[in-house]
């Protein structure tokens, strides 16, 4: 029975697996021909690889859409099949839309890219990969956490890649007993001791507030980026070095007994 329906269909068989077999090769070659075109090479790769993913959905799409028409099943049908099914899937995955929604609000207005680092309001790392439905982040202790696009989209995202000078905040308490004049030369002479801090905009260094315990010291200095970490770490352990050496005392707390 088999080899009669076999013998009956034969020209039919070997223009479906030709189909099936060239239909195949064909995507593989017109989405190696988009990884590996020149304009691929001109856009920011994480829109380059959405629309690559996009193309490929769409290829075997029709590739899918092509191979049952051939198997004979009505399109009508299917069509019609196929919108009630999508129109389920949709319901269903409601979140997940949103999500390819935002992805695509990401990609063309660019709040942040691969490669920056950001911080929403529970979660902070360097972006490593934006996808259809969510976006990698790597923290500074090397954890992977996977946020929802439309999170991101919906949150308010602080990108601190974003632009290449950052300003260090910092605040020195002294002693009253201590000469403010002192105090500040002292802090602006490390200041100048650390090359990575820019001179201009010009480094501020001001008596900020009268505190319980003693006064305090606002320290502004601009970095690039990439120093902001080592130079805030370094700031605060050269200014104590240099507050010991000049003999200016850290006020402590003095509780009564």
Do not use: C
Not at 1 to 20: C, K, P, R, W, Y
Not at 110 to 129: C, L
């Amino acid at each position: 029975m088999i080899t009669d329906f076999i013998s009956e269909n034969q020209g039919a068989i070997i223009q479906f697996l030709a189909v099936l077999i060239i239909g195949y090769i064909l995507i593989k070659v017109i989405v190696s021909i988009f990884n590996n075109s020149t304009l691929n090479e001109k856009v920011d790769t994480t829109v380059g690889k959405f629309f690559i993913r996009l193309i490929k959905f769409m290829l075997y799409s029709i590739y899918v859409i092509v191979l049952i028409s051939m198997l004979g099943v009505p399109m009508t049908t299917f069509i019609a099949m196929l919108s009630a099914i999508g129109l389920a899937i949709a319901l269903a995955l409601q979140g997940n839309i949103a999500n390819f929604a935002s992805a695509l609000v990401i990609l063309f207005f660019k709040p942040f890219e691969v490669g920056d680092f950001i911080q929403t309001s529970t979660d902070m790392g360097t972006v490593k990969e934006i996808q259809l439905l969510f976006t990698h982040l790597i923290t500074p202790d090397n954890r992977k956490i996977i946020v929802p696009n439309s999170t991101l989209v919906n949150d308010n995202v602080t990108n601190y890649s974003s632009e290449e000078n950052r300003r260090v905040d910092l605040v020195f308490s002294a002693s009253y007993d201590d000469d403010i004049h002192t105090v500040i030369k002292t802090i602006k002479e490390v200041i100048h001791s650390i090359e990575q801090i820019h001179q201009d905009p010009e480094p501020i260094v001001r008596l900020a507030n009268h505190g319980d315990f003693g006064l305090e010291y606002d320290v502004k200095v601009w970095v690039k980026g990439s120093d902001y970490w080592p130079v805030k770490y370094q700031l605060n352990e050269d200014v104590r070095i240099a507050f010991a050496n000049k003999s200016i005392t850290i006020p402590t707390p003095k509780f009564k007994s």
